[in-house]
């Protein structure tokens, strides 16, 4: 019995000494370059989140690219991201913007065109454009969420990866004026306001907008949260404090109650009908994010401070 | 005295009736004394004449000839023949034990076997293991029951989808043979299952390392041989079920067996059908690509199953041997986790409400088989033909990408991948003398593959394979030799796949050419030899010094497309060549009382190993990353496996199994891809009421595993962290009206540990391995007649 106790607590020592040891790691490169802004002080743009105006047609990509064994190649990759890569279907003559533009020594664009070998390598001069000349689609894009991607690779082959978060990877927003409108009322200044143990008050409306290639309003999405993560909810961050919804949206599987008008949602009367409530427990600043969308596809996203007293 | 002379009389004429009627009594049994009825086979002198003879239901005999056979011969299928000796006074009742052989090889032993390294007469590494074994392991898969052999390691994707690994090698490298005929699916995929229904595997041997001589040039890293079921040794009708059920997963599943014996005559059918839904980790988010992501419930979305699978075996002893036919059906409907397609957000990642929906992402698949295995006894030897017939169909459904390039596709059917394969393998045994064995054969295999889907990335082909071997076997009382030569040669055809071009959505008339037209005629000679020395009753070595070959497969010739399984696109290379192996492989055991240790090293060099390498640019295709190119480099793999085994007398067993792989890419001077990290699995069971009665059994286990922290990677892959696992089990047996139940417990990672399996497709995205698992098997035998 002896030797039986002995030779157990043995074994299980070594088996707990090689769970808890490993290998010596490779010596070899295998490092991937690393993706960062110009500056200390700017950002990779496009930024997280960042709004274009209807104003604006086109985002300025800029970021560097590091490897010392030197940069192979650069990918920028912008798709929508509408529906969460889930590859939905919709019939609509607007187009999605769709980029994939490849970074190298050899392209045949001059645009693309980086140096054979650079340990670094700078982007500050390229731009993705919706509309105009140099536009990357040919007919009107749809406004809304779009992930960029950048990734790159060095001469050895190492490459930046999802798993590791080493891409650039991220959600921007292209704002159309034939998107609906969002029109809200700020309680004081750029913020709004509420009270703990109370409903939300709003005053506003989401509507169809004025342009010849404005739509009837498909679905709109009110929700109260501790913060605004893009729509990629982070398990450390956005909180949903509570939500109200109407119509059927065209890109996920979220339905609210039906429109009594698909030109124009009062949110006043909607909200009194249909509260948002504030826990009397809620922090003291929350976000509001309203999604709306159109029969065509087209998504207007706003977010709001909210100041609960 | 005419009392006397009436005596001397009688007995005179008595020694004469006994001359003129030779006769012998007995009964055939297995090694567990249960009784076979068995063909019992009469030659006379001059060997012309021989006679045929059945034996009872029960295995007993009498015979009696006027005069004096030469030699009988006691034969059934699935064991091996047993020669009566006519000089022996055999006016008396003899038993003969038959013992278990399989349909290729002469002898084969089990796990913990006495030396813990398979047969005693041939040089490889043999293990045979029996469907109890794979019971008892509870797994969803075939691929997954096998993890616990030392040197066998299996690449999953989640819980119902897994592949074997033998010593670091899968893929087009493991050899799946079922019943004589190699499996052909699409098994260059790592997410591609074994497509074996585990429940219809009655007896499967393993050989670890290079078998390529026997099997064809795919067995380089080993072989999974599923041996047919044995037939019914007695007549009548045996009605089995399991039932499984899995607490992870909500698994629910049986399996219901049928087989019968009447005279020649024997058949079986076995159903088998499970409902499995989303499984469940222990870790409520995970990260990637910066976000951190939700896991609902702790349950991947979407990877939840089912499977339907039928087997129909019926066959016949006939004069000089036997014939059985096999019909089959393997069909799976898996989902893919949301997360592993595009990259995920949280609104993808939303519980559906439903854990048991399967819907986009999924994969099918079906595998029909139909299988024939005649097997002819002759005087010195016998001769075997197996035909097969397989239709391996595969669909991975999603919805279409929208990237703006072109139109949207109709239907959901990415990759739709349909594999038709024959075989014919010819293979004759002939007794040179009386310790020699000569074995020689024919394998010869056609393929067409054809695909459909919005997706490319495998086209065409249709390919003929075929290859002559010759294996010369000497057994001695200490040193058993053989050793063998193989010449085989393909003939493949691979059609150019054309892509549309389209300019904003509209076509241009253009084309993209993905692969072209390749064809390739390769002939390749291989040998194999070895020996086996048991030195005493204590130790055996055994060496074994093999080249062997494998054709590059047409996806690694030709493929060009976007492998959602990998996440990459992959692109095959038309010029690469035939990949060389040269493998020694070193199996020691020492064996005293109740004590086994066996130790197997092996050193495998291969020039132009085929491999997919990053090309280091990006995929021009939309919706992917970089670009991964089938490429070759010369390569090393070296390790070893070490087995230890404790039988103490209070019915204490403790095995310790320890293995290791080291791979290296000669020309890269890296590891390569999915090397398996070192690892030990400690199992410690306890028989109960072994001494007790007949009517209740029990054996307790615990599985301990410790693995260490692999950060020997290749490049772009993660170093994985090390782990220590706990499994408890156990199996009882009981009776219930006369009939002999086994249930089957275990409850796996009891920790419910978090942990990431190197080997797993889910570790690409961070996923963890599944969390606390109980299951439980109950088997029952309705009928046993």
């Known amino acids: 019995m002896k030797f039986q106790f002995n030779t157990i607590l043995i074994l299980l020592a070594t088996l707990l000494t090689m769970a808890s040891c490993g290998e010596s790691e490779n010596p070899a ?35 560097k690219v590091n490897d010392p064994s030197g940069v192979n190649e650069i990918l920028l990759d912008i798709h929508g991201g509408f529906d969460g890569h889930s590859h939905g279907r919709l019939n609509t003559n607007f187009e999605r913007l769709s980029v994939r533009k490849i970074f190298s020594a050899t392209a045949s664009d001059p645009k693309l065109k980086i140096e054979a070998g650079a340990t670094e390598v700078v982007l500050d001069d390229f731009k993705v454009s919706w509309a105009g000349a140099n536009s990357s689609v040919s007919g009107n894009v749809i406004a809304g969420p779009y992930h960029i991607t950048i990734s790159a690779t060095d001469a050895l082959g190492n490459q ?23 029109d809200l009322e700020m309680s004081s200044g750029n913020s709004l306001s509420a009270k703990k143990g109370l409903s939300l008050s709003l005053n506003g409306k989401i509507a169809k907008g004025d342009d010849p290639l404005s739509s009837d309003l498909a679905f709109v999405w009110v929700r109260l949260a501790t913060q605004d993560n893009l729509d990629e909810k982070d398990g450390e961050g956005e909180v949903l404090i509570s939500q109200q919804m109407w119509g059927k949206s065209n890109w996920r599987s979220l339905t609210g109650k039906s429109f009594s008008n698909t030109l124009e949602l009062d949110l006043q009367t909607s909200l009194v009908q249909n509260p948002i409530q504030i826990p009397s427990s809620a922090p003291n600043d929350l976000v509001l994010i309203i999604w709306a969308e159109d029969i065509v596809g087209n998504v207007s996203r706003m977010v709001y401070p909210v100041k609960v007293l | 005295m005419k009392k006397t002379l009436l005596t001397l009389v009688l007995s ?56 004096q056979p030469d030699k009988i011969k006691v034969a059934h299928i699935g064991y091996s023949d047993h020669w009566i000796n006519t000089e022996l006074n055999l006016n008396q009742t003899i038993s003969i034990k038959l013992t278990p052989t399989t349909m290729d090889l002469e002898e084969a032993t089990v796990i913990g076997d006495r030396f813990g390294l398979g047969s005693t007469s041939s040089s490889q590494i043999d293990l045979l293991i029996y469907q109890d074994f794979l019971q008892n392991t509870q797994s969803q898969s075939l691929g997954g029951a096998l993890d616990k052999i030392p040197g066998v390691q299996s690449l999953n994707v989640g819980v119902g989808i897994s592949k074997p690994m033998i010593r670091g090698l899968s893929f087009n490298r493991i050899l799946v043979n079922d019943r004589g005929i190699k499996q052909e699916g699409q098994q260059w995929g790592a997410d591609h299952g074994l497509e074996v229904d585990p429940h219809d595997v009655s007896r499967m041997e393993i050989i670890k390392g290079p078998a390529a001589l026997r099997y064809g040039p795919d067995a380089m890293g080993g072989v999974l041989n599923i041996l047919p079921a044995m037939p019914k040794t007695s007549e009548g009708l045996t009605l089995r079920t399991a039932l499984d059920y899995q607490s992870n997963n909500a698994f629910f599943g049986q399996s219901t067996d049928l087989s019968y014996r009447k005279g020649h005559f024997f058949g079986s059918g076995r159903v088998s059908s499970s409902s499995f839904a989303d499984y469940r980790v222990p870790a409520d988010r995970y990260t990637y690509a910066g976000y951190v992501l939700p896991i609902v419930d702790e349950r991947l979305k979407n990877t939840a199953g089912r499977e339907l699978h039928f087997s129909l075996t019926s066959g016949m002893f006939f004069k000089s041997g036997s014939t059985q036919l096999t019909l089959s059906r393997f069909n799976q409907t898996a989902g893919i986790f949301t997360g592993a397609v595009g990259i995920p957000t949280s609104s993808s990642l939303e519980d559906d409400g439903d854990s048991r929906n399967i819907s986009l992402p999924r994969q099918l698949n079906t595998h029909w088989k139909l299988l024939s295995n005649t097997k002819w006894n002759q005087s010195n030897g016998s001769l075997e033909l197996d035909l097969g017939y397989q239709s391996n169909q595969r669909q991975e459904q999603s919805f279409p990408h929208l990237h703006g390039i072109g139109p949207t596709p109709d239907g959901n059917v990415a990759l739709g991948l349909t594999l038709h394969t024959v075989t014919a393998n010819l293979r004759k045994t002939k007794q040179l003398a009386n310790s020699i064995t000569l074995e020689y054969g024919l394998m010869t295999q056609g393929m067409v593959n054809n695909y459909e889907g919005f997706e490319f990335l495998l086209p065409a082909y249709q390919s003929a394979q075929g290859g002559l071997y010759g294996i010369i076997n000497q057994e001695g009382e200490r040193v058993s030799l053989n050793a063998g030569i193989r010449l085989d040669g393909i003939v493949m055809d691979i059609e150019e796949h054309l892509q549309p071009l389209y300019d904003q959505l509209e076509p241009t008339g253009e084309f993209d050419q993905r692969n072209p037209d390749i064809t390739k005629n390769l002939l390749s000679p291989s040998f194999s030899a070895g020996f086996v020395w048991s030195a005493n009753s204590s130790n055996l070595l055994k ?37 060389r192996s040269y493998q020694l492989d070193i199996g020691y055991g020492l064996l005293m009382n109740k004590f086994f240790l066996s130790f197997s090293p092996y050193l495998s060099f291969f020039q132009n190993f085929i491999y997919l390498s990053p090309s280091g640019s990006f995929s021009p295709l939309p919706g992917s990353s970089t670009l991964w190119q089938y490429t070759q480099d010369d390569a090393i793999f070296l390790g070893g496996e070490l087995s230890i085994g404790r039988d103490l007398n209070t019915g204490t067993k403790i095995n310790l199994g320890l293995e290791y792989v080291y791979t290296m890419n000669l020309e890269e001077n890296l590891p390569l891809p999915l090397t398996p990290p070192f690892s030990a699995l400690l199992h410690l069971s306890q028989n109960l009421f072994q001494n007790g009665s007949q009517r209740f059994r029990a054996e307790l286990y615990a599985d301990l595993r410790g693995t260490m922290a692999q950060n020997r990677v290749a490049r772009n892959e993660f170093p994985t962290e090390g782990y220590f696992l706990v499994d408890l089990g156990g199996v009882v047996h009981f009776s219930v009206i006369s009939r002999e139940l086994k249930l089957i417990t275990s409850v796996r990672n009891v920790g419910n540990t978090v942990y990431f399996n190197h080997l797993s497709r889910y570790r690409l995205i961070n996923i963890p391995e599944p969390g606390r698992n109980i299951s439980l098997s109950l088997l029952i035998p309705f009928i046993k007649n």
């Open chain 2, 12 to 67: 005179a004429l008595v020694q004469l009736i006994a001359h003129a009627q030779y006769q012998v009594k007995g009964q055939v049994t297995d090694e567990e004394n249960n009784p076979i009825q068995a063909i019992l086979e009469v030659f006379w002198a001059d060997e012309i004449k021989s006679e045929k003879l059945i034996t009872s239901s029960k295995g007993t005999f009498t015979l009696k000839f006027p005069t």
């Open chain 1, 160 to 182: 930046t990866s999802f798993a590791n978060a080493s891409n650039y990877h991220t959600t921007f927003y292209i704002q159309r004026p034939y998107a609906p409108v969002i």
């Open chain 2, 543 to 579: 060496v074994n010094l093999g080249s062997g070959v494998r054709f590059p497969t047409p996806i690694e010739l030709a493929s060009n497309g976007i492998h959602h399984g990998n996440f990459r696109h992959e692109k095959g290379d038309p010029n690469l060549v035939t990949e």
């Open chain 1, 29 to 63: 490169d295998l490092v991937s370059p690393k993706i960062s802004a110009i500056s200390a002080s700017t950002s990779i743009q496009p930024a997280a989140g960042q709004l274009f105006p209807p104003t604006l047609t086109a985002a300025p990509v800029m970021l």
